[in-house]
Each structure stands twice: as C-alpha cells, then as structure tokens.
DNA sequence: CGAATCTTTGAAAGACGTCAACATTGGTGG
DNA sequence: CCACCAATGTTGACGTCTTTCAAAGATTCG
C-alpha cells in the first residue's frame, strides 16, 4: 500500500528528475527546490486543479497516475492526457499565468510534489536548459494533440480505442491497465457501452486480457494494425 | 489583385507586428530582422512546408491565409489551424529543433515574410518579452487544441460545422468566409457531401447566406445556440 | 452482508459515411 | 470572347456504426 509507502520525496535522489523538465538543473537549483517544495500523499480520485482557478505552481509526480481532462458543455469529461510518475503537470497554466483551462485529477493513490511558482519561474531567466526543455515539452504536447484531433477525426471508435490501448500500455508500463470503464470510454471519445462491447470484441479476436477492470494488451503487433496505423 | 500589391514589407512599420510575438523586439533587433528576413508572393496553394522536412526559420504572414494540417493514414486532410495577416507559421517545430509535424499551404494568394532560424534564435537568450510571448503563445494553441479535442469527441457534425463557422468567422473578419467544400470538411472532421447537406440546411434555416463558395454568417447568435456552447 | 457503484447486455433509432450519378464552375487555349 | 474540360460541388439512396435508454448482473467497500 501506497500509504505506507509514503515519503518526503528528496529532489537530489529523485530518479525521475533526470528524464524530466528539472533534468538540467544544477546544484544550487536542486537544493533550492528540495527546500521549499512540498510533498503530500493524494488518494484516488482526488483533484489537483480545476478548470478556472489560479495556479500557485506545478505539481511533480513522484508516484501515481493522473488523468487531465476538460469537460464538454454536457458535463461529460474528455480525457486529453494521462501523466505517471515522473511527469510535471500543471505548468501550461503557471507560464501562460492564466487560469487552468483543465482539470487535474488521481486515478490511483499517489505521491505529488509541489512547486510553488516563485521558486519555479525565477529558474526560467537563468537557466536556459530549462527554457530549452519547456519550448519542447510544450511542442511534443502540441504534436500529440494535433495527432489526438486527427485520430479524432477520421478514425473509427474500433481505431481509437486500439490507438489508445497502445498509448495506455506505455503509461502503465509492465502492469495491466487500470482504469474504469468511463474513464477509458472519454479519452477513446466514445460512450461507455460501446467502449465495453469494443472490449468483449478485442478479448474474443485475442489482442486483450480483461481480470475485471484490469486489461492485458496480448498482441501490440495486431493492436497496431487494428489502429489502421 | 495581390500580386500587383505585392512589396517587400518593412518590419518597422508593419502594423501586424505590435500585436503578435514581435512585438516586444527592440530597435536595434526590428532593425536586424528587416536587413535579413525576406519577402515573398504566394499564389493559391503554394506549400510553405510538409509534413517530415527540417525548418530553417519561420514564416511570417504579412497577408493571405495559410492552412495548418495533418494527413491522416488514409492520407486525408485534417485542418488544425487557419493563420492570417499577423500570424507566425511554423516556430514549433523550430523552437523544438525537429522536423515538421504538419503542413502548411496557403489558401489564397499571399505574402509571407520569412525569418532564417539563424536571425530568431538567438533573441531567445536576449529578450525576455519574446520568451515570454513565445510561451504564452504555446500555451494558447495548446488550449485551443484541447478545446478542438473535446469537440470532437462529444459534439455532433452539425454542432461542430457551427463551431468551425464562427472561428472562420474571426478568420475571415468582415469578408466572407471563402474555403472550397472539401477545406471545409477537413476543418470540420466529417465527409464533403455531409458539411454541403448541412450547409444547405443552415441556409434553409437562415443561418447563413451562401454565394457559390462564399459564405456569411448571418446570425452569429443563433450559431451559437447550434454549436451547443 | 448490503447498499452503492460500476459493468454488461439488448433493442431500437438516428446520424453519418460511402458510392454513384449529375450539375455547376472556373480557368485555359483556340 | 467563347467553348470546352477538368475540377469542384450537389443530390439521392443505402448501409452501418454508434448512441441512447432501460434493465439486469457484478464488484467493491463500509
């Protein structure tokens, strides 16, 4: 349990900082942020951020997922991304200094850092690995989304949901995925009952494992060619 | 006719320049860009970049329209974007310091300045404002594809046709709005003959007033009632 | 163990895409 | 300047994918 597992993160250790935004930090930055961050345990299906408010930094994931998603004009939530360990999530919002514009939310129990934005965004003027690493965060996010709308738009639900399993097989790693039925259904972009009977399709031809709510890709080669990829 | 209009641009006087990313360059940069960017004519359908090429710097559009888009794996258009006068085409993927991930072309006969990689780059470390433009710049698109996701995944063909008619509308700003059916379908994400049925039924309506290939929205009110906002 | 939530299945209706034929338009060369 | 052709736009018919609504079955958690 998670719980039990929970520490005050150090930054200097933290493995995932390599691969992310703060990989270019240096000393002095490091400890500057070990100092004054924050480290708080979340259960699941707790928000981070809403859609309107203000944000007073970005948050760090050390452990957990969470999905960011924006609601329609019927309420019904659209998934436009799932961040894992490792990932900074909320930053769009504190460079733009606007308000969230999605929201934010655990879909397991998690361990998050906290960033206030007056230890962040000084950081931007003086070092320009940093302002390197977010120009092409900022542009891979703006490649996947122009990927998403294209997907979108000309692909069948059968496509998407294939697409979307490969994508949900790299953020869940070696373990299952786990996600409810509704979650996965609003970021295919489809009703929840078509999403299941897709399912039963999959696991009947072979390309999945369903234990519950816990789903296996089988077969990532036919996956792929189902996705029309 | 534009080409006869056709000039090379000045950089100091040009008024589009005050209300996007340049504006917060200095004199002594204004004044490097004017010696070394250059300007060129476009007619209809001329390719500024595709898909998979390198960028050498970013294009500047001092007039026409350009469409941004992505082709599909049945090799179909989808329009992500629709630039004019004013707007920087092209800097994500030089600021990413990657290949293109979209192409662009433009829609009618144009002008569009060029800035070699060469003479932009380098303000990056120099000027804050720009930095920060750059950003603020990123983060909007982001939320406008967030946006154009969400739409896609819970609006319906006709809801989207008045969605996309009335950004047209601000992209068109006092003339109608002038794209063939088929750039029009690829905007919208549906099939040609589907968006002229339901053109026809918007006429029918009173929405809009059709001339061959032009269009007016006539009651941007009652638009927005249909795109369901 | 039981209530609440989440998941699954069925049936019916509708939205949308595809194919094929036809009409109109705009641009080109004679 | 006109006639013609290729490209673009339009209409109809049809099939199917997808959604919606309703009800029954599982799971989970207190």
């Given amino acids: ?3 039990n597992n929970f520490r005050n993160v150090s930054c200097s250790t933290c493995l995932h900082r390599k691969d992310n935004l703060l990989g ?6 490091i400890n500057h942020l070990e100092d004054h961050k924050s480290c708080n345990y979340y259960k699941k ?43 900074l999530v909320g930053f ?5 200094e606007e ?28 070092n320009p690995m940093l302002r390197n690493g977010i120009l092409k965060e900022l542009s891979r ?3 996947d989304r122009a990927d998403f709308i294209t997907n979108m738009a000309q692909k069948s639900v059968r496509q998407r949901l294939a697409i979307s399993l490969l994508l949900l097989m790299e953020v ?19 009703a929840t009952e078509t999403l299941i009977r897709l399912l039963k399709d999959f696991k009947e031809e072979g390309l999945i494992e369903i234990n519950t709510r816990k789903i296996t890709v089988l077969d990532p080669k036919k996956m792929l060619l189902v996705s029309g990829h």
């Fill in 141 to 143: 996010e703006l490649t």
């Fill in 1 to 3: 349990m998670l719980e």
């Fill in 92 to 96: 769009r919002a504190m460079f733009a």
């Fill in 172 to 190: 869940y790693q070696d373990e299952p995925i786990n996600l409810s039925r509704e979650d996965m259904a609003n970021f295919v972009g489809t």
């Fill in 24 to 29: 270019g930090l240096i000393e002095a930055e």
């Fill in 99 to 126: 308000a969230y514009k999605v929201s934010a939310e655990t879909l397991e129990e998690s361990n998050i850092c906290f960033i206030r934005k007056e230890d962040f965004l000084p950081m931007l003027d003086t």
């Fill in 45 to 87: 299906n707790q928000l981070l951020f809403v859609d309107g408010s203000y944000p007073r930094g970005v948050f760090c994931i050390n452990e957990g997922k969470v999905k960011i998603f924006k609601r329609g004009d019927e309420g019904k939530e659209q998934i436009i991304q799932i961040a894992k360990g490792g990932e």
